[in-house]
Structures are given as C-alpha cells and as structure tokens.
C-alpha cells in the first residue's frame, strides 16, 4: 500500500468514526406474536393498569446487588404465553451473563480496554475480569424443573408439552457474579453496568421449529429479543442512583442504608439498569416525553453540557418521530460510563461515554446513531447475528438524515455519496460472514443502500415506505425478507429488486449517478479534514500552538503553506527530498490542497520577504544547505528554545535526524516545521520509516508531537508530544 492509499483508508476509518453502529405481521416476521390479553401487575405494592400492553411475555425480577462482593443475587417469575403453532417441550432462556465465564468468550470490542486495566493495575489477578450466573432453582406451581445452564442457554424441560395458546409460569432463581473492567455487565469505579443481569426467555424461531440458544457474539452483536413486559425491584444501597427503563419509584428498604428501586417497563425488548454512587441527574419533560441524563461531575460547567445533549436529543426524537413513527414510551434515558470509544444501545436507554467540557452535541452523531436505535433495535427488532443491517444500517443511515436535514452538509448525505470503496461480503451477511468487516459492510454500505433507495423513488415517497415498515413491525421482529415485501408493497417490484440486489451481491457500490464527481470529492474531503482537524486539537485544553498537526489544521482553514527543501545537496540527497516532498503532495492534493514548493536558493530569496512571511513553512532536509534554516537562524534557535529544543546541540549530532516544530521566525501567527537530517543523506533503510513517521506526525489521529528524534534504523528514541485521547482508537490492529 502506497502512502496516499493508506492516508486516505485512515481518512475513512474516521470519518465512520466521527468512531464506536445498523413490516402488517407476516410470514417474514419471526418469534413470538403479540397477544390479545391483558396482563396486571403492581408497581412498589400499587395497582398498575397496563391494559394496554398486550405482550406475550412479563418479567417480574426480584434482586439485591450486592455491592461489596459484585454479586447480583435474585429471583425472577416468568410467565409465558406460547403464541407459536408448535407444542413446546422446552423452555430456552438466555445467560449472556456467562460470557464472563472465560477471556474467549468475552466481547472483543471490550478487550483494549480490559487489557489497559490490568497493565495499569499488575495486582489485579486475571479472574477478576470473569464473572458468569449460577441457576440455583427452576419451578412451576411449586415443583422442581430439571434444566441445563450450557452455553449461555439455560434450557428447561417441561413436565408436559405446552400447547399452542397455553400459557406457564417458572421461577428461577439465580446469582449472578459481576466482572471487573469493561464489558456489558461489569463494575469500574464507582459503576455497575448491568446488561444482561438477568436470564431472558430465547426468540423461537417457528420456521424451524427451535429456540434461538445462540451464545453471545465476541465480535459483534447477539441482540434478539421478543418485547416484553418487566416489572423490576432492585435492592441496592440507598447512596445509589439506578437507571432503568420504564416508570421508576423508590421506597425504604427494612434494612437500614438500603432502598428498593422499582421500575415498570411495558413492551419493552431487553432490560439493562446502571447504578453508581455518584451519578448526577438532569431530566427535561417537554409534549409528554421526559428525557433523563444520567452523569458523572468529571468536569466544571458539566450541566451545561448536559443540558445541550438533552436538548438535541429532543430534537432527533422529534424528527424519527415524523420520518418513521412516534417513540411511545413516556421517558427516554442516558447512562454516562467509563467505556471510552464504544457507545451501546438499549431499549428506552443508551449507554455513552464521559463526556468533556468541548464536546459539540449538536454534531455528535454517535449520539444520534444511537437514539436511531431506538427505532431500529428496541422498536423494530431482528436477529442481529444474522442480520445486523436491519438495525445498524438504518440507525447509520438515520444520523446521516438527520444532519442532512439539520443543513450539516459534512456530515448528511455528501458523506455517502463520497465513499466509492467496495467489499466482498454481501451487506446482508451474517456476522459470522462479514469476519472483520461488520463496520464498513453493515454500516457504511448499509447506509449507502438505503440512501440509493432514498435517491430512487424520493423523499416524500421513502419516508411513507418508512412509516409503513414501522407500522408493521412496531414491537416485533423484522427480517431481510420482511423488509423487502414492504418495498415492493410500498414503492412497487422494480425498488424491491434493486434494494434486493444491493443487499445480497457482493462489492456494493453506490450508482455512479449518486455519487459525488472527483472536484466534489475533493472539496468535502478538505472540509471534512478541517472539521476533524480543528476537533481534534480543540479536544485538550491548553494544548501547546507548537504541535505538528496544527500545521495541517491552519492549511485546512485556508493559510498557506511552502514546502523548501535544501538545495547544493548531492543526486541522492535530492531524490530523497523529492521522495518526502511528493507524499506531502500526495497527502494534500487528496484533498485539493497545492502547496507551494522552493527547491532552488534563488526563488527562495525571491519570495523571503513577502509570501514566506505570510505562509506557514515546511523546511526538509540539512539544516546547513537550506537557505531558509541559514537565513532565519537566530530567529529558530531563540523560537526552539520556547519547546525545549537546544537547536544547537541537535543540529549538530553526527547522523542525527527528527523533526521539530517552532513559531515561524517572523510571525507568530505561523508555523515553522523542520523534517531534518544531519548527515549528507539518510541511511537506507531509514528512509522508509523517516517518511512514515512524518506523515503519522501531521496526522490528526496521533499523538501531538513538538518534536521528536529519530535513530539510524528509523525508530524514534526522544520525544515531545501530548497525548491525543484518539490515537488510541486508529492504532488498533
């Protein structure tokens, strides 16, 4: 892979980052039917008229956190109507909460960050990081069940067979221990993250007339489940604020410094709570939804920040609310934590992580993706290991529409429009399948293929193809197939088949006639590197002006820059000058940007005094036979000596070589970088690693360098440099 090659994979790898995503009842609607009765519960010991739902299957979940050990221990009742034509012999519950059991078969996305934990904490023995749940007991009218816990399924055997339209009750009681670090569920610091805390009953899949038992992805997403309706009571210390889906409410606990935190959630597909000590809360009612921030005070003026992000978030919800169908749930949650680089989504919840004081909440869409979710995972549900488009592609494709509507042109649909890569792996791949690719299959060419059905029949046509499709999947789950029948049931044979062929032909590329021509390309990806650059520096507050990567954000946004390479070098000196010059070309033309370029000592003096003085300066090469360095001597040591950088001294060790970054010699209001060597030439097997190193040093995916030195075989020995948070992100194998 060439250098320009490989800047432009990193330029889409953040760009889908900015990284972290997506039918009336028929035939190719899967699991469990809704039903037609009413079920009633009792929310802390009240009467509750829930008349309304009508779901097949309710939770009523007793448990007690223990907070000292990290054990959940509990008990839950289980009632299920089977809506199914098969009779049932078995009931199969899943327990992802024993994918903590071993290292293998935990979450992979999880990992970095887990392993960062233990090099940081060397005490901590590896089985703190495993957890898993112990069924103790499963009954029926008060008779032992005799069941199996493998696998993450726990499969329970029937006394008799359950008939079609027949309805029982389990019990079950269980403890659960929770893992240290990051994961799903799992305890840091002062929180409890508590996904998959509790066993829930498996989708049946009648086609085939079996349970769905599959163990949880370690690459991806197992995300499948039937709505349901849970009433929940959590026993937790009275110190703790808990988030929940649903209505919650609080009493004394008999035992005293503990509380009974209760929640009803009607129709809802997965339950997921969050607790800590310390969580501040901000909630918001506005036309009969409350929307509630669940935050850490980590930094000053955080409620301002708070308040932003609640503020957008009604405005997203108001928006899928009139594209797609309404959020009928009375509130809707976000839990704060510590996962860096990973957001998840839930039913009436997601999960961010922490923010700062310089986050833009209005162009966070991460944020957005994730609230999409709402409508593609926790409304309109499907098997997300077999076909994770269907939530993840949509949810892509709805941040996009959002910003596009929203007049956020970087971030709408020029964003698509741009990405002409292709992959092998068909977007309706299952995850096992797509291996290593399920971000750029499901969701850059997810989104890509139903934009080009956007773009085929119109706006106006699209969104009322959308309400149909959550009109007819609302609390159910979707399929490939049942997507493609309300295609052609809304928008006729030829958008059904051409939505067809794109989701299941390998190397999906957007019709040339919807994509961006080379000038446009070239223009939005200048405005998207401005974007990231400025982002990225303004992360770190306080961030020092001499930082290499600044220079690329100040030519971002419109100032000059020269590039003047020494002159009276020898043949092979030249060509690896040329050799460095041409991948900065490489890199800025990939954007349209033209640097100016000063070879030879007499158009140097030429343009010293007027446009030298107002371009920012790339200097390459040995400091003694460049007439810019000669020139502006006096001005770059007094300037080094503000980075810690004795000119002298580097400029004359023998073969030494690095780079270094000072305010221009005069004007403060440039920069002035210097890619140098000290010898005639660079040894040859530095040369490869010398121009890496340059290019990683003005990208705004790494660390920000002041400078830097580098030894004979190309390694870096000395730096100075400022943590980027990204870079931790792009550097992943």
């Keep these: 892979m060439n250098k320009h090659t490989a800047f432009k994979s990193i330029t889409r790898k953040a760009i889908a980052c900015s990284v972290a995503a997506a039918l009336a009842v028929s035939p190719a609607v899967s699991g469990i039917h809704a039903l037609a009765a009413p079920v009633s519960v009792s929310k802390a010991g009240q009467a509750v008229n829930v008349s309304e739902v009508q779901t097949p299957l309710q939770y009523r979940i007793n448990a007690r956190l223990d907070e000292k050990n990290m054990h959940i221990r509990g008990s839950e009742t289980v009632t299920f109507r089977n809506t199914t034509q098969d009779t049932l012999h078995e009931l199969v519950f899943h327990t992802f909460a024993d994918a903590n059991r071993s290292k293998e078969t935990q979450a992979g996305m999880f990992k970095r960050k887990n392993e960062e934990l233990q090099k940081e904490n060397p005490q901590l023995t590896p089985d703190i990081f495993l957890g898993g749940i112990d069924i103790n007991q499963v009954t029926a009218n008060g008779k032992a069940l005799t069941y199996e816990n493998k696998n993450q399924a726990l499969t329970v055997a029937l006394e008799q067979g359950l008939k079609p339209g027949g309805s029982i009750t389990l019990q079950l009681e269980f403890d659960v221990q929770i893992p240290y670090g990051s994961e799903r569920l799992s305890y840091y610091k002062d929180i409890v993250n508590g996904a998959h805390g509790f066993p829930v009953l498996a989708v049946y899949e009648e086609a085939k007339h079996q349970w769905n038992n599959i163990p949880y992805s370690t690459t991806f997403e197992t995300d499948y489940y039937t709505s349901s309706d849970f009433e929940v009571q959590l026993n937790v210390p009275d110190t703790y604020q808990v988030l929940m889906p649903g209505t919650i409410t609080t009493q004394q606990d008999k035992e005293a410094g503990r509380k009974v935190v209760s929640t009803v959630a009607n129709n809802t597909r997965e339950f997921v709570f969050f607790a800590s000590p310390n969580y501040k809360v901000e909630r918001v009612t506005r036309d009969g939804l409350t929307v509630e ?143 290593d690719n399920a971000n750029p299959v499901y969701y850059g060419k997810g989104r890509q293929a139903i934009y080009q059905l956007y773009r085929l029949v119109g706006e106006e046509k699209f969104d009322a193809f959308m309400r149909e499709y959550f009109k007819r999947y609302e609390y159910k789950n979707a399929t490939i197939a049942g997507l493609l029948e309300t295609i052609e049931d809304t928008l006729g044979k030829q958008a059904r088949d051409e939505m067809d062929k794109a989701l299941h032909e390998g190397n999906f590329v957007l019709k040339p006639e919807y994509q961006l021509s080379e000038t446009e390309k070239m223009e939005y990806m200048g405005e998207q590197f401005k974007e990231m650059y400025h982002a990225s520096l303004n992360q770190i507050p306080g961030l020092p002006y001499e930082t290499m990567s600044r220079i690329m954000d100040k030519v971002y946004t419109g100032e000059p820059l020269t590039i003047v390479a020494s002159d009276k070098v020898g043949a092979k000196a030249k060509q690896q000058q040329e050799a460095l010059v041409s991948q900065l070309q490489a890199m800025l033309s990939f954007t349209g940007i033209k640097p100016t370029v000063i070879t030879e000592r007499q158009m140097l003096k030429q343009k010293m005094s007027k446009e030298l003085a107002a371009s920012n300066i790339i200097v390459i090469g040995n400091a003694k036979t460049n007439g810019f360095i000669q020139a502006q001597k006096p001005g770059i040591i007094q300037k080094s000596k503000n980075i810690g950088w004795d000119w002298k001294k580097m400029m004359n060790q023998k073969e030494g070589a690095g780079a270094y970054i000072i305010k221009h010699p005069y004007n403060q209001n440039r920069l002035m970088l210097h890619f140098y060597w000290n010898g005639d030439t660079l040894k040859d097997g530095m040369v490869e690693p010398y121009a890496e190193q340059a290019l990683t040093a003005l990208n705004f995916t790494s660390d920000y360098y002041q400078y830097y030195e580098m030894n004979g075989t190309g390694k870096v020995t000395t730096d100075k440099k400022t943590e980027n948070p990204m870079s931790k992100f792009f550097n992943q194998e």
């Design 293 to 435: 921030y669940y935050y850490f005070d980590n930094v000053p003026d955080k409620k301002k920040v708070i308040d932003q992000y609640i503020d957008q978030a009604f405005k997203v919800i108001q928006f899928f609310n009139e594209k797609y169908g309404k959020y009928p749930y009375p509130e809707f949650r976000i839990a704060e934590s510590y996962v860096e680089g990973v957001a998840v989504e839930f039913s009436r919840v997601i999960q961010l992580g922490l923010k700062g004081s310089n986050v833009d909440a209005a162009h966070d869409d991460v944020f957005v993706h994730e609230i999409a979710h709402q409508w593609f995972h926790a409304l309109i549900g499907n098997n997300s290991e077999t076909e994770s488009f269907l939530d993840e592609g949509f949810a892509d494709f709805s941040k996009v529409y959002f910003a596009e509507k929203q007049g956020d042109t970087m971030n709408g649909f020029k964003m698509l429009q741009y990405d002409d890569s292709s992959f092998d792996e068909p977007i309706a791949s299952t995850n096992q399948e797509v291996g």
